[in-house]
């Protein structure tokens, strides 16, 4: 049992556990809750199991409160160092203490308090692992006079404190005839099948020497031992005793002899020799050992696998890092430009199409949703007054919809024609009239058919010039808008390599290059402010001149539509004027308004999905090789990245050299199963 000749266990241990820190995990520490009533040794079982004396009893040698011993491995104590921590419960014991072991005592006592918060003391060694013993205070027996707690508040604060699946149970209590454990009812309340429970029945010697023969001991032995669950018979130094056995050495060796005495007596009546593996607390101590052993063995696969995982994300990133610069090469620069400007051309004309890809959701927008962006806003009309309408009495289709690309362009000029359809004329006045018809008497037919045709002329204009400009607007905003669409596209395509487990190409690490990928959402930009200006220009050709309305007035038709009157009344001629003016009005409004969505649709819309690529794809084969270069800063992202391989080289050699020696502890603290010890 002699720890120090196992130093190397220790050592591998303490290893073990410093590579679980740096992989930024934790090895849980197990813990085992001592649960038994008063006086029946719980606490000398614990000093049994540290193989020296640290009493921590209180008052009378009971246990008011819990008691956490959290043994700590620390290569720097060749002796234990005790710490009793700070007590949340007593404000004067408010900071950390350390204490030599014989001073222990009569610190918990002052702290020995009823309170479900335990005494947190820390045993620091070289020569243990990390392990926690819990003492909880002792239940109360059904002749116990009432004390300070009732025993229901006692058995629910311990049943509390042992109810975590991952707490080992110990369940102690003395030797007696009869039925021997009174515990085990609280037991099976907590752990039914004792799957982590451990039964140890306490001054066994004194039991034995009652015994007369042979039949008599294994009937007691069999009626003693819980079916289904582990259960040890020790005898323990007694609390008179202890002042005799003040060091670890003399305390170890005193419990040996216990225990083979204990044997003596059962080989003298001629024991069944099955309990024998049951019978002393150097066998209970072996076998708790080995308990806690195999929690911290069930551990290094996990942490093996965990350190492999982190080399091969090294493994991943040194190779991630080098495509990269081999990505930095003049022609596979070139590729993949020419790859993402194709990808990023394929996303627009997918959603000009019509496309889920671009998550409607969350890209789409509804009309209303689209007004409130600066750069869309609402329609106005010659006064520059917004005009409010209701989507749904105007019939414009999908307007609650949230809707982007070519669904979102076609709703704008559907939109248009609806609010264009119900612009009027407006309030025509002498003043008017008579500005339209300027030098000319308004007394025949061609002089009243020219103020007519130059009124409705300037109406038209002054009504729907401010719908043009706002058309185009907007249609602008719904092509531009389309660029953050697609990027949010390729992103959920890299995540989903990600996901996935692919391996990035290096198309997808343009995204690291924002000149490059600026410069081709530039480009688009630039094609769509131009191509929008061009079409613009076509639309104004639809606001013809006075002339030109006059002569298709007069030639085409035949002056059909004017009535003039017959007298020489003013009054009568301004009022056909008016009325022509409105007919006319109507009529250019419906052409221009039809026109101007044929050409919209024509010289703005359709150009997306033909020259758009042309014209992008051509400037970026056209590109120079240091404009490339420039682009993608190759000599600033050349020594970042050769930086970078460097460093990631030095991490995973480091990997590869903990890996080596993670297997080399783990196989010692392996070896050490038989000889490991507290």
């Given at each position: 049992m002699a720890a120090e000749a196992d130093a190397g266990v220790y050592l591998a241990f303490n290893k073990i556990v410093h590579f679980a820190r740096d992989l930024n995990t934790q090895v849980q520490s197990p813990e085992v809750v001592f649960v038994g009533r008063r006086g029946h040794g719980k606490t000398s079982l614990i000093e049994s199991v540290l193989g020296h004396p640290l009493s921590f009893v209180g008052e009378k040698g009971a246990t008011k409160r819990p008691v956490s011993i959290n043994l700590i491995n620390n290569p720097d104590y060749?002796?234990?160092?005790?710490?009793?921590?700070?007590?949340?419960?007593?404000?004067?014991?408010?900071?950390?203490?350390?204490?030599?072991?014989?001073?222990?005592?009569?610190?918990?006592?002052?702290r020995n308090v009823i309170s479900p918060v335990p005494i947190q003391i820390n045993y620091e060694y070289k020569f243990c692992w990390n392990i926690t013993?819990?003492?909880?205070?002792?239940?109360?027996?059904p002749n116990d006079p009432p004390g300070e707690i009732s025993a229901e508040e006692i058995e629910e604060m311990v049943i509390e404190i042992a109810r975590p699946s991952s707490r080992l149970i110990v369940?102690?209590?003395?030797?007696?005839?009869?039925?021997?454990?009174?515990?085990?009812?609280?037991?099976?309340?907590?752990?039914?099948?004792?799957?982590?429970?451990?039964?140890?029945?306490?001054?066994?010697?004194?039991?034995?020497?009652?015994?007369?023969?042979?039949?008599?001991?294994?009937?007691?032995?069999?009626?003693?031992?819980?079916?289904?669950?582990h259960y040890y018979f020790t005898t323990l130094i007694p609390g008179k005793d202890r002042p005799n056995y003040p060091t670890k050495d003399?305390?170890?060796?005193?419990?040996?002899?216990?225990?083979?005495?204990?044997?003596?007596?059962?080989?003298?009546?001629?024991?069944?020799?099955?309990?024998?593996?049951?019978?002393?607390?150097?066998?209970?101590?072996?076998?708790?050992?080995?308990?806690?052993?195999?929690?911290y063995q069930a551990n290094i696969?996990?942490?093996?696998?965990?350190?492999?995982?982190?080399?091969?994300?090294?493994q991943d990133s040194l190779a991630h890092i080098t495509l990269q610069l081999e990505g930095l090469d003049s022609n596979k620069l070139r590729g993949n430009a020419s790859r993402y400007t194709m990808t990023f051309l394929r996303s627009i004309e997918k959603l000009l199409q019509g496309t889920l890809e671009g998550n409607p959701a969350v890209n789409g927008q509804t009309t209303d949703?689209?007004?409130?962006?600066?750069?869309a806003g609402d329609w106005y009309n010659s006064e520059y007054v917004p005009i409010k309408f209701d989507a749904t009495e105007w019939k414009i289709p999908y307007a609650?919809?949230?809707?982007?690309?070519?669904?979102?362009?076609?709703?704008?000029?559907?939109?248009?024609?609806?609010?264009?359809?119900?612009?009027?004329?407006?309030?025509?006045?002498?003043?008017?009239?008579?500005?339209?018809?300027?030098?000319?008497?308004?007394?025949?037919?061609?002089?009243?058919?020219?103020?007519?045709?130059?009124?409705?002329?300037?109406?038209?204009?002054?009504?729907?010039?401010?719908?043009?400009?706002?058309?185009?607007?907007?249609?602008v905003f719904v092509m531009k808008r389309l660029v953050d669409i697609v990027e949010s596209m390729m992103e959920s395509q890299r995540r989903a390599k990600r996901r996935t487990g692919r391996s990035p190409n290096s198309q997808d690490e343009l995204e690291n290059f924002p000149f490059f990928t600026h410069a081709v959402k530039d480009l688009f930009s630039k094609f769509v402010d131009q191509t929008a200006q061009e079409c613009k220009a076509k639309c104004k050709d639809e606001f013809l001149s006075t002339r030109l309305i006059y002569w298709e007035l007069t030639n085409l038709e035949g002056g059909k539509g004017l009535n003039l009157p017959k007298s020489d009344n003013k009054e009568e001629f301004i009022k056909a004027i008016i009325k022509l003016s409105h007919e006319l009005f109507n009529k250019i409004r419906d052409r221009v308004v039809k026109n101007i969505s044929l050409k919209t649709y024509n010289y703005f819309f359709v150009p997306m999905q033909t020259e758009l690529w042309a014209e992008i794809q051509g400037n970026i084969t056209?590109?120079?090789?240091?404009?490339?270069?420039?682009?993608?800063?190759?000599?600033?992202?050349?020594?970042?990245?050769?930086?970078?391989?460097?460093?990631?080289?030095?991490?995973?050699?480091?990997?590869?050299?903990?890996?080596?020696?993670?297997?080399?502890?783990?196989?010692?603290?392996?070896?050490?199963?038989?000889?490991?010890?507290?």
């Open positions: 060749a002796e234990p160092r005790v710490v009793v921590k700070r007590d949340p419960v007593l404000k004067d014991f408010s900071s950390d203490l350390v204490l030599p072991l014989a001073s222990v005592e009569a610190e918990v006592a002052k013993l819990i003492d909880t205070p002792g239940l109360a027996a369940c102690v209590e003395e030797v007696k005839d009869g039925n021997q454990s009174e515990v085990v009812s609280l037991a099976k309340r907590i752990d039914p099948k004792f799957d982590r429970t451990t039964f140890v029945f306490n001054k066994f010697s004194d039991q034995l020497k009652g015994f007369t023969s042979t039949r008599e001991l294994n009937r007691y032995l069999t009626a003693t031992a819980i079916s289904d669950a003399k305390f170890k060796k005193r419990l040996e002899e216990l225990q083979r005495d204990d044997m003596t007596l059962l080989e003298q009546l001629q024991f069944d020799k099955r309990y024998a593996p049951s019978v002393g607390v150097v066998s209970f101590r072996r076998y708790l050992l080995e308990q806690t052993w195999n929690q696969p996990e942490l093996l696998k965990r350190l492999r995982s982190f080399k091969k994300k090294s949703e689209e007004k409130e962006e600066d750069d609650k919809s949230k809707l982007y690309g070519g669904q979102q362009f076609e709703r704008l000029l559907s939109e248009f024609k609806a609010v264009a359809d119900h612009v009027t004329i407006g309030k025509l006045t002498a003043d008017d009239i008579a500005t339209a018809a300027g030098p000319n008497k308004l007394n025949n037919a061609a002089n009243c058919t020219w103020a007519a045709s130059d009124i409705a002329q300037r109406q038209v204009r002054k009504a729907l010039m401010p719908l043009l400009e706002q058309l185009f607007k907007r249609a056209c590109m120079s090789d240091d404009t490339l270069a420039e682009l993608f800063s190759v000599q600033v992202t050349r020594a970042k990245l050769v930086d970078a391989e460097k460093d990631m080289v030095q991490i995973l050699d480091k990997f590869s050299e903990q890996e080596d020696l993670f297997m080399e502890y783990a196989n010692q603290f392996a070896k050490g199963h038989q000889k490991f010890d507290l």
